[in-house]
């Protein structure tokens, strides 16, 4: 039994209100499995009295998707802990592995004091563990952003306000030739007292101040070159220099932050006892930092491939050691630590972009420019506080332009309130007087991706934005693209919809830059939408068979009609999520430069119909779509609304009817292609027996249907003082895009 207990918090050091949920996966002598434990998390404080056993956690913080943190296990033997100390427990037998109760041994010995720390015998038990060949296991990793490092002093957070609030903050990367940026293109060796960014244009100090100060939009933000090839920490070299070789820079000014970045050489030329070398001598050059004023931070050994060592010692494995120390210090100095080690290892390996260790460290040490670009990205990422990440355990994000990260231009004083989407308020400018947006960024998003198959959704809304442009910028490569995000000319009526699913993109694996841009013209006023960026999206215009989970879909319903009123009939059976996140049933009904084709074959009453697409309606809690509708003979497109709440129904068709009957088993077979004609305007086709039955068009008209939603949800009308059994059965439900 372990008492597990601590505080919860963000980013910024800000206490997370939710709930914890723990499930036991499998049953013990004291345990149930598969039973389930939920507590509150009131300003961060939680505690828990839990019997051996293994649990999956997840936290739920009000207003987002539940996030399921991982497994932790609980020993017979385990001592009291916080929740992040059992995260990294890994499963096995009912009692706890030594090696995991010496790190919390350790940590609680570290936390007396950091200067006891250095010189005490718990931090020579450490390095004693650390020198042996499975002591590189023994300090684990951080993870890849600010949220798991330490700021409990509140400094670093005020250095990343300074920035953005504009002020000058300077940073100095103090390392070897992996800061230095040995072998990027245009790179020279650095001399003492010169700016080296002008001589390594390409290393990640460089490139982190251009993106830093993008991210900020302040160009007062300096991240210096100290990096010197060659050099070492362990001999004192470091400690020794720092005065000359950073504050003595009259270029470099007094830093505010200082990377440390040493550990190749060590690793490769001592060959006494490198450990307490470097626990020594990283605390001495701390101290040296801490005394000119500075925050250091520590930067892992990121090498992931090396050449031998002069004392016959395995190389990487001598840098998982020094990683330990530096975590080890860290932990006891509280200061930072960044895992670039883990985050470089991650992106290399996991990448379906092409690149590999030997394109990317040819020479066995030395990244080129992408792996400079990459660790640039990654670093300017943990500075930056409004980063939306994407990975598998937060496989779902919304950006708004209410939400700090979505940087917009636009203000509170011009929005709609009474919109139907989902945040409940969106952009509206009525003017540029109002607000200039002309070719500005609306919206700039900056997501940091670590997953495989992630994708950019923007939710359109109504009449969107004119012909502002979405341009998405990887950043590791600099390379973007950009799409139309609205149609210009075209109005909204009552039947338009909002929240409408647009897939723009793929994100890349890194830094990616998303931006709504307005266009150069804003004559009029105009509404903007906003950004998901969704794991695993199903919503993407490939092909898709709508049937493939549940088979046959079956939908009955008896109507009856009163003797005065005809009845009207909405069922969500299919799509009950119109909004759908993950784009299950979400089809791109029209593409600029694709074809969608919608197969269907099933049984339908007459007087039935079902949704081509549907989404978000323009006015509060109705949902407005596109159906299919008729099935006695002829097949119609009607333009349709529905009051989720009152339940009135509203359509009226577009065009004219398609002369379609089911075959003779009582099967309808048609095929619905729909596009953007010549003309810019929505067309749908209907066709029957590979024939073409009938095309309508929204050519001469002022507004356009909803464009993309959920589909196959049902509509049935009877006539006055008549009831009838009403049957869709759908036997075939196939989507596929073909070019324009």
Request: aromatic share 10%.
């Amino acid at each position: 039994m372990a008492i597990i207990s601590g505080v919860l918090q963000d980013a910024l050091g800000n206490p997370i209100n939710g709930s914890l949920t723990l499930r036991a996966k499998r049953t013990t002598a004291n345990v149930i499995g598969d039973t389930y434990v939920k507590i509150n998390v009131v300003d961060g404080h939680y505690s828990l009295d839990l019997q051996p056993c293994e649990y999956d956690v997840v936290l739920t913080v009000d207003g987002y998707y539940k996030n399921h943190l991982n497994t932790i296990t609980i020993y017979t033997d385990s001592p009291n802990g916080t929740l992040n100390d059992y995260l990294i427990n890994p499963s096995g037998s009912d009692s706890m592995p030594e090696f995991l109760k010496q790190v919390l041994e350790a940590r609680d010995e570290a936390k007396k004091s950091a200067e006891e720390a250095r010189e005490s015998s718990s931090g020579a038990s450490v390095l004693t563990e650390l020198s042996n060949n499975s002591g590189s296991t023994l300090i684990g990793h951080h993870g890849s952003n600010l949220r798991a490092e330490l700021d409990n002093d509140g400094r670093l957070n005020n250095l990343v306000a300074k920035m953005a609030a504009g002020d000058e903050v300077h940073i100095v990367g103090y390392g070897d030739s992996t800061t230095d940026g040995n072998t990027t293109d245009g790179w020279k060796r650095n001399v003492a007292g010169t700016d080296h960014n002008l001589n390594a244009p390409n290393a990640w100090p460089a490139q982190a101040q251009r993106i830093l100060r993008a991210m900020f939009n302040n160009n007062k933000i300096f991240v210096h070159n100290a990096g010197f090839s060659g050099q070492r920490i362990d001999n004192g070299w470091a400690a020794n220099n720092y005065k000359t070789c950073v504050i003595d820079n009259k270029f470099y000014g007094i830093p505010d932050i200082v990377l440390i970045g040493f550990g190749i050489n060590d690793s490769t030329y001592n060959k006494n006892d490198i450990l307490g070398d470097t626990l020594r001598e990283t605390n001495r050059l701390i101290d040296k930092i801490i005394e000119f004023g500075a925050l250091p931070i520590l930067l892992s050994c990121n090498v992931v491939r090396a050449n031998g060592t002069e004392s016959g010692r395995d190389k990487l494995q001598l840098l998982h050691q020094i990683n330990g120390v530096k975590q080890y210090i860290a932990k006891t100095r509280n200061i930072q630590y960044l895992d670039l080690n883990t985050a470089v290892k991650q992106w290399v390996t996991q990448n379906t972009d092409g690149y590999n260790y030997t394109k990317l460290q040819p020479d066995l040490t030395h990244w080129g420019d992408l792996g400079h670009a990459f660790q640039a990205c990654w670093i300017a990422s943990v500075f930056y506080n409004r980063v939306v990440k994407i990975d598998k355990n937060n496989p779902y994000e919304m950006a708004f332009f209410q939400d700090p990260r979505a940087n917009s231009i636009v203000t509170n004083k011009d929005v709609s309130v009474s919109s139907n989407t989902r945040p409940g308020i969106n952009i509206y400018v009525a003017s540029k007087d109002r607000v200039d947006c002309r070719n500005k960024s609306i919206l700039d998003i900056w997501v940091w991706c670590e997953h495989l198959d992630a994708s950019i959704v923007y939710r359109r809304s109504l009449s969107d934005a004119g012909n502002s442009s979405i341009k998405i910028t990887d950043m590791l490569t600099g390379d973007n693209y950009t799409k139309t995000a609205g149609f210009k000319g075209k109005k909204f009526n009552d039947y338009s919809a909002v929240d409408m699913p647009f897939y723009v993109g793929q994100l890349q694996y890194g830094l990616n830059r998303v931006q709504l841009i307005g266009d150069s013209d804003q004559s009029s006023g105009f509404l903007c939408g906003y950004f998901d960026f969704v794991a695993n999206y199903q919503g993407k215009p490939v092909c898709k068979n709508l049937l493939q989970k549940t088979g046959t879909f079956r939908d009955h319903k008896t109507v009856t009609a009163s003797a005065k009123d005809p009845a009207k009939s909405v069922s969500l059976t299919f799509s009950p999520d119109v909004y759908d996140p993950y784009g299950q049933n979400v089809v791109q009904l029209f593409n600029t430069d694709k074809i969608t084709n919608i197969c269907l074959e099933g049984k339908f009453s007459a007087g039935t119909g079902i949704f081509l697409v549907q989404g978000n309606g323009r006015k509060k809690d109705e949902l407005a779509g596109l159906m299919l509708y008729g099935f006695s003979g002829s097949l119609s497109i009607y333009k349709h609304r529905y009051n989720t709440v009152t339940g009135e129904v509203n359509f009226e068709q577009q065009g004219e009817s398609a002369a379609v009957k089911s075959d003779d088993d009582g099967v309808y077979r048609v095929t619905i292609k729909s596009y953007f004609n010549k003309n810019g305007s929505p067309v749908i086709d209907i066709y029957h027996a590979d024939k073409l039955a009938k095309s309508i068009s929204w050519d001469g008209v002022d507004h356009i249907p909803p464009l993309a939603g959920v589909v196959g949800n049902i509509h049935r009308y009877q006539p006055a003082n008549k009831s009838a059994d009403m049957l869709v059965e759908i036997s075939k439900f196939e989507v596929f895009y073909t070019d324009n």
